[in-house]
């Protein structure tokens, strides 16, 4: 036997939803009809019996107008003059109809639909009508600004990729420019120690070309950029430097906006370890905490300028100017992907150096970056 499909149709399901988010405001207005019926145009009975018989005519325009809308255009937007028939063909019949359903819930007798025997129906009419079209052009703007907000945060989403490549641009050429340098003056001098070097630079080159130009990353796949990137910082560096790379089996496919990290990595590089004549550790590390990513670079350098500020730029010349701007790109990217719960702090390590830590709340981050099945099958 054939199973039945018991699957609700996509237009009934639209139809509830629409439903279900306009019942409130319905509701409201329904409230201010029957105020307005009863003490300013003095219609019908009590302020009890109004509001019957303006919650039975209002909930019934609403699904008459919802559910013929979606039937003819569905979730398009409606021909105007078709849409302004259709007002106007719903709003007598809702008074009609809502008027007998009232008197039928109020346990009276049934009321005449024949204008010469209703009290004020042709104003009633003229009411509903006018409300139908003031809530039709409410919602209507509701979800054009809805329309407006999102892609006012999809083009702050680009803008923000546009900056990171910008970023990117700008940390490339440095590296390997100083990588190039010490290649040059190793080719003559040490000849093994130059070849190493260079198989070091094809592998960070070839593991950044990927992570670099993607929207998202996995956090394995941005500790392995951070690996091979220190890699060759400790063959520049020699025994100055030594790191530490601390991610947990199961947060490796954790997805993120990538070059997250490795600014704040160069950094304790460039502006901690490397000033520092005996050098140091940097330790990169990923942890979960209250629900919270927490990704911490920690360096034993030179330490925080006395200068540093958090907020304002430093007074100091460009190496720490340069750092600003990382840190600066960094905060608006997690604001703009992940929301103001996310942070980025800068503080003193103990007992030297300095320690960057970047939190992400967990529900952000899946919400942020939910892959397709494809490139879950690229992960493995």
């Known amino acids: 036997m054939n199973q039945r499909d018991t699957s609700v149709p996509p237009r009934l399901l639209l139809l509830l939803r629409e439903l279900a988010s306009s019942l ?54 409606p021909n105007k003059l078709g849409f302004l028939v259709l007002i106007a063909v719903a709003a007598p019949a809702s008074v009609l109809l809502g008027r007998l359903l009232a008197s039928l819930l109020l346990g009276q007798p049934i009321l005449s639909l024949v204008p010469e025997h209703s009290d004020n129906i042709i104003a009633v009419i003229v009411l509903t009508f006018l409300v139908c079209a003031g809530a039709t052009l409410f919602f209507w ?8 907000e999102a892609h006012a945060s999809q083009v702050e989403k680009q803008a923000v990729q546009a900056q990171l490549q910008m970023l990117q641009a700008q940390i490339e050429p440095h590296m390997l420019f100083n990588t190039l340098a010490t290649l040059q003056s190793l080719i003559s001098t040490d000849p093994l120690q130059a070849e190493l070097m260079l198989n070091q630079l ?22 392995d950029l951070i690996k091979a990137y220190l890699g060759l910082m400790s063959l520049r560096m020699g025994m100055r430097l030594s790191y530490t790379l601390q991610l947990p089996e199961h947060l490796g496919r954790l997805r993120l906006a990538p070059m997250l990290l490795q600014p704040l990595v160069e950094n304790a590089i460039k502006h901690g370890l490397e000033p520092k004549v005996e050098g140091g550790n940097c330790t990169v590390r990923a942890a979960i905490h209250n629900d919270m990513l927490v990704l911490s670079v920690l360096d034993t350098g ?61 529900k952000m981050l899946k919400a942020a970056h939910r892959p397709a099945k494809s490139s879950r099958l690229l992960d493995h």
């Open 141 to 148: 703007n509701r979800q054009k600004l809805a329309a407006l």
């Open 24 to 77: 409130l405001p319905t509701l409201v207005i329904n409230l201010l009809c029957a105020l307005g019926v009863t003490y300013l145009m003095r219609i019908g009975g009590s302020f009890y019996e109004n509001l019957q018989v303006s919650m039975c005519i209002g909930l019934l325009a609403m699904l008459f107008i919802n559910g013929t809308r979606l039937a003819i255009w569905g979730d398009g937007p």
């Open 302 to 362: 030179v330490g925080l300028p006395t200068s540093f500020s958090l907020n304002q730029p430093p007074a100091q010349k460009e190496p720490v100017i340069g750092m600003h701007f990382g840190l600066d790109n960094i905060r608006e990217r997690l604001a703009t992907l992940y929301g103001p719960l996310s942070e980025l702090i800068i503080t003193h390590n103990v007992p030297a150096g300095a320690m960057a830590q970047v939190t992400i709340p967990l």
């Open 202 to 223: 094809v592998q960070y080159l070839r593991t950044t070309l990927s992570a670099s130009r993607a929207d998202s990353t996995t956090l394995q796949k941005e500790f």
